[in-house]
């Protein structure tokens, strides 16, 4: 089976900084891009971060700008983000997806360009 697991999530004080992992389980991750998307109660589903299928072009959303840091590592078959400076408004279940587009040397945060989702990690930010 194809799997997508979060993990790294919890609670956090302001100021404070998270790792969140996203390993692969029945597929190698080497031809996806892989985009996170992170949704609040009662809000919309909005695009983090993304990172192509080489590493080689990142994006990040203006709210996490500065703050975040997407990176993957081919041997472990994972994607992480690294977020510093957490702030209240970064409150949400965090998830990650994969774009298996032929052919995509970039990526994006379009969630019907992903097939396949994990389940999400919390991430609170309180004090």
């Known amino acids: 089976q194809l799997q997508l697991v979060e993990s790294g999530g919890g609670l956090v004080q302001p100021g404070g900084s998270l790792r969140l992992s996203c390993a692969a389980s029945?597929?190698?991750?080497?031809?996806?891009?892989i985009a996170w998307f992170r949704q609040a109660p009662g809000k919309e589903r909005e695009g983090v971060s993304c990172?192509?299928?080489?590493?080689?072009?990142?994006n990040y959303a203006d709210s996490v700008k500065g703050r975040s840091t997407i990176s993957r590592d081919s041997a472990k078959n994972t994607v992480y983000l690294q977020m510093s400076n957490l702030k209240p408004e970064d409150t949400a279940v965090y998830y990650c997806?994969?774009?298996?587009?032929?052919?995509?040397?970039?990526?994006?945060?379009?969630?019907?360009?992903?097939?396949?989702w994990g389940q999400g990690t919390q991430v609170t930010v309180s004090s």
């Open positions: 997806a994969a774009d298996p587009t032929p052919y995509r040397f970039t990526c994006n945060t379009r969630d019907e360009a992903h097939e396949y």
């Open positions: 990172i192509s299928r080489s590493g080689s072009s990142t």
């Open positions: 029945g597929f190698s991750l080497d031809h996806y891009a």
